[in-house]
């Protein structure tokens, strides 16, 4: 591949790696890192893995850091409109212009990255650009979520001051493995020797394999419940108990029952940071709380009947929406618009999601891994009475939005994709050009 001249031959170097290209390993993004002077090494670092709601949990901490005056570099993936929000300082994600300039950098003092027979791929060379970035905006502390797993991730190449594992549950099997105790191996593959653990609560066989690795490592290691805990107050407080901090009164910007263990984990995760030289305050923390933003995880659109986006793209995540779903809109009518990727465990999201819903209106997704709604027609008109399948994510809105009735909701799930093909949609006809949530 030939080495791009200027930012806009950049961009399109970026865009032309293959976004769904995996190739699990670290001494290739090592070999970059080095010839770029190590810049993960200039700043101290959070490293965030676990299968849902490590990307909240990273909302919830870079909201306090920012707070508590610090300039926070913030990394995660997927992205869902624009590969801009994958780079995000002080608040802001990444221009094309200073992501050409950032890419053309990296290229410059590691041309190998675009070199076959192995170049790095999608993640591999977006995660080396996005340490560059941060160091070369002089960030005084980077929050970094892990892409899939997490010992042999590309994110994995950096020695963080602190690491926190939100909940594990199965997804990604194909390269995690088929078992809890597998898959929370690989997750645990982020934690150091010395550098503290936080773990959320889990199912018992993945907290002892998180624990046993943690144990052979020589990672300290803190337990949801037993360290530290988040708890409901009278009114829809928190009270939240740690090693450090003892708060009350906590109210939290990101809505679902989930974001309560997300928040603890997040606010654990803060007490080691402060522990170890990242000042940050109680209060601080509070605030970040009360601030975070994270887009397409229960997300309300401006419309009537209203737009729910949530990104619940596995088993798991699809019991939380739920869960959810009946504390924020108890009795309301649902009608869903669903897409899925093919190598998901769509099943379990079906059959929890369908037979709740008075419509389900099935779409395709713009990504080659999308599941043609036809091929699994039947599956969910065997869980809904009312099941439609569309050629395209226009007709399948417009579908739901003829079915749904005032005091109704749409609510849009099953993927990303889906998820940031909706916002791309909202945001253009509110006449937004770029909006980060």
């Known amino acids: 591949m030939p080495l791009p001249r200027t930012p806009d031959e950049a961009l399109g170097f970026l865009a032309g790696l293959n976004p769904s290209g995996i190739k699990l390993g670290l001494e290739r993004v090592r070999e970059a890192l080095a010839a770029l002077g190590h810049p993960e090494r200039r700043y101290p670092s959070l490293h965030v893995a676990g299968t849902n709601g490590k990307g909240s949990t990273c909302a919830f901490a870079t909201a306090a850091l920012s707070v508590a005056g610090h300039r926070v570099g913030l990394y995660t993936s997927p992205h869902l409109s624009r590969v801009n929000e994958r780079f995000q300082v002080a608040g802001d994600d990444i221009s094309d212009e200073v992501l050409g300039r950032r890419i053309l950098e990296v290229l410059a003092r590691y041309p190998e990255a675009a070199h076959t027979p192995a170049p790095l791929t999608y993640f591999e060379f977006a995660t080396v650009v996005a340490l560059w970035h941060f160091a070369q905006e002089g960030v005084s502390v980077a929050v970094l979520e892990t892409g899939l797993g997490g010992r042999l991730d590309a994110t994995n190449t950096v ?76 009114g829809g407080t928190f009270a939240y108990r740690g090693t450090r901090f003892q708060l009350e009164g906590l109210s939290l910007a990101l809505r679902g029952l989930h974001q309560r263990q997300n928040a603890a984990v997040a606010l654990a995760a803060l007490e080691q940071l402060d522990a170890r030289g990242v000042a940050v305050s109680a209060e601080a923390a509070r605030a970040g709380l009360a601030s975070a933003r994270w887009p397409g995880r229960l997300e309300e659109l401006g419309c009537q009947p209203p737009v729910l986006l949530d990104g619940a793209h596995n088993p798991a995540g699809m019991k939380v929406l739920l869960a959810s779903l009946e504390a924020l809109y108890p009795g309301r009518a649902l009608h869903a618009v669903f897409g899925v990727v093919a190598d998901k465990d769509r099943g379990p999201m079906m059959q929890g999601l369908f037979p709740r819903c008075a419509s389900v209106h099935l779409t395709p997704l713009d990504t080659p891994r999308s599941l043609p709604p036809e091929r699994y027609l039947p599956e969910a008109q065997a869980l809904c009475a009312a099941v439609y399948a569309y050629a395209s994510l226009d007709d399948a809105l417009a579908g739901a939005r003829s079915q749904a009735r005032p005091g109704d909701v749409i609510l849009c799930t099953g993927s990303l994709f889906l998820i940031g093909a909706i916002r791309s949609r909202f945001m253009r006809n509110l006449g937004v050009k770029h909006e980060r949530a």
């Open 159 to 234: 020695t963080p001051l602190v690491t926190a594992i939100t909940p594990v549950s199965f997804d990604h099997m194909d390269y995690l493995g088929n078992t809890l105790e597998a898959i929370a191996g690989e997750k645990a593959g982020i934690l150091k020797p010395g550098v503290p653990a936080v773990l959320s609560r889990q199912e018992p066989e993945a907290l002892r394999a998180l624990v046993r690795v943690a144990d052979e490592v020589g990672a300290p290691v803190l337990l949801e419940d037993r360290d530290f805990a988040l708890a409901s107050e009278p």
